[in-house]
């Protein structure tokens, strides 16, 4: 049923409503807030840059941007995403009521106004699912999210050394899963990897230890359904950005520890990938050429001398080492009093913050959000990284805000949702870098 509410509802968006001069602020693809300029129909990120597009191309972006709207702010009334976008409310009611039939978004319940007809409120359809599937080193994650990033089932199986017995293993849990989705649309299947992949195949990996082997075919293959791959570091900045959104800024790094190092970047508002999806790998930085050998085949790169590994390491080397001891651990072995326990996370946070430094001085970030199971001892890390940081920082700059993400491990799944869901609501594919 068509609603056009003649007043805003009270419970989002600004109260008047621009002139077609105004700039607007609203999320862009990312979630990110930027300024548009509105016309008198049509609400785009870039006037400049459409003047020639077509009106398909126009409708395009306009469905976007409502469409990022709902996300943001449901529920919401077609009022305030008149009000907010700078859109018609005729337009609005076009785009919205073609979304209702494409199913994915829901009417509400009605909001209450001081006059006139209550407003119907709008949100997305949780019954469009995603598949993630997080890939580590030692164990591999598969769950079922909704659109909002709602996960109601996740199976954890051991990581094959064989990339081709991993594929077949995992369609074996993949197939089930979809069989279970009866009612359901599945948009696809994200994979997040400790690793850059490029063109479906995974190129580098040097934790994973999977040689460029193609990741997309067999699983596409096996499912019918479109997947996505994307690198863990980055798929945590999808995810901060994307669910995450107060607060985060434009410019922030993403630093992932475990068993490597890993870095996802976000400048202006864009994820960069560089040339084959290779950016960010600080891990692989030498920090010393004469240190010890990293899985990359090279010696002394940071993450030989920062990760979880290298903290074992330093405990091994300074203690009588028991054998399987994990990084978890590590940390409650340091909480029960034990030096040599403290010594060597101490020494992996000195080793975290000099490889930061780096980061710091070559892009600026405002803020660096770090992910990893160290967080849970960040009373521990937080003042030696922010110290060194503190220490090293430039004429005329800033140490950037560092962020402990306390995410249970969650946040490279939730990465797998936002890559996935890209193709729909706009992504950083679709924009420079």
Known sequence: MTSRESEPSTIDGPAGAPSPEEPVT???????QSKTRTGNEMAVTDLDRTQGASSEVVRDINRRIVLNLIRTRQPISRADLARVSGLQRSTISLIVEGLIEEHWVLEGPTGRLPRGRRPTFLRLNDDRVIIG?????????VALANVNGKFSSQEVIPTPADPKTAMDALIQRVQPLIRSCRGKKIEGIGISLPGRPHAGHLVFAPNLKWRDFDLRKPIANATGLEVELENAANACVLAAVWFDRAELGRDLV????????????????????????????????????????????????????????????????????AEGLSFIDLLSLAEQGDACAAAALEKMAHYLGRGMRMIVAGLAPERIIIIGDLTRSWHRFGPVIEADLQAQVLPGGRAPRLIPAHED??????????????????????LPV
Not at 133 to 141: A, E, F, G, L, N
Request: with cysteine; net charge positive; glycine share 18%.
């Open 409 to 430: 491990g969650m946040a490279r799944l939730r990465g797998t949702v936002a890559l996935v869901l890209q193709k729909h609501f706009g992504g950083t594919r679709d």
């Open 26 to 32: 609203r999320s862009d693809t990312l979630g990110v």
């Open 254 to 321: 993403v630093i992932t520890v475990s068993e490597g190092i890993g870095a996802g970047i976000l400048t202006g508002g864009h994820l960069v990938r560089g040339r084959n999806g290779m950016a960010g790998e600080f891990g692989h930085v030498p920090l010393d050429p004469a240190g010890p050998l990293c899985g990359c085949g090279g010696r002394g790169c940071w993450e030989v001398f920062a990760s979880n590994r290298a903290a074992l390491r330093y405990y091994h080397e300074s203690s009588s080492y």
């Open 133 to 141: 599937i997080d890939i580590r080193p030692t164990q591999i994650t």
